[in-house]
């Protein structure tokens, strides 16, 4: 899963750097598709993904607000945290998980944990599609969103001699 | 693999499904965003998919025009050819396989078996996101990009007893 995760990782960090040339106003302002603007959707992107890593380990919900991170940096700032505990998480979260049941408070059926890890990877992947389609719309540039010439393929070779998850 | 695969063929025959309600017209009118208009992408996603699992087995390119299929219902019988010769091709290719190294007549650097099914699994998704801008602008109904709900938990549970991709 290391290599899905980078991958996600690297094309948002690519997006930030992209998007902090607009201003907050064009960042906040409502957009067709997706969650509404460009800030939200990048919220929602690092919350979602922390949100479902943490309730498949059986910890507690951690619900930021999206009220509190207002710009992009705010934004950042919060998807490196999230990222921070997620490789803490997930690094010691052996591949044997893959294919245990797992329970969320917020569903009535049991979920495969690699099925939920796949969820928050598209999911992501999703978001981006649409992350390109505005760009391309304000006329500035788009991150590829190729998975090759990442370095990936040694990230692939690596995790296949290691243990745990991330 | 094989859940990535089949979420990703669910979604698109359920795109194929909800844009089967447009004109020609406005299946080929060219869009901001992706390669251009929703016929096109649908093209692309088929096209890319089978010719990078073609390269990386060592067949010969096999190069589809897109000027040979102009409408939804031939672009899906594309489709659904295609998914007929990856499911035939990967059937036999065992997991082992992910991790060796492949060389493509179009790229001088080789790159590693899993990480080119990653890349056609991503292509997929990222494009999908651009359907679902295109299907708010035009107020149709939006397929949705959740990987659960689609019973591929039970499909990644009997893949971990499968040696083959799929």
């Known amino acids: 899963m290391k290599s899905w995760f980078e991958y996600n990782w690297q094309v948002r960090d690519e997006w930030f750097e992209v998007y902090s040339q607009l201003s907050t106003e064009e960042l906040i302002k409502e957009r067709t598709g997706g969650v ?3 800030l ?3 919220f929602h992107i690092a919350d979602v993904e922390l949100s479902w890593i943490r309730a498949i380990e059986g910890l ?4 930021p607000l999206y009220e509190d991170y207002q710009t992009l940096e705010a934004v950042k ?3 490196d945290g999230c990222r921070k505990q997620i490789l803490g998480i997930l690094s010691n979260a052996d591949v044997s998980k893959e294919s245990t049941v797992v329970c969320v408070s917020w569903r009535n059926e049991p979920l495969v944990y690699g099925e939920v890890l796949r969820h928050v990877i598209a999911h992501e992947i999703h978001h981006i599609g649409q992350f390109s389609v505005w760009a391309k719309e304000l ?3 788009r991150v590829s969103a190729n998975f090759m010439d990442r370095g ?3 990230t692939l070779l690596q995790e296949k001699a290691n243990r745990t998850i991330l």
Chains 1, 2 share one sequence.
């Not at 507690?60 to 619900?63: A, F, K, P, V």
């Open 36 to 38: 509404g603007s460009i």
């Open 77 to 79: 700032d919060l998807s």
């Open 139 to 141: 006329d500035i540039k």
């Open 40 to 42: 939200k959707t990048f």
């Open 152 to 154: 990936l393929g040694q």
């Open 60 to 63: 507690e919900d951690w619900e």
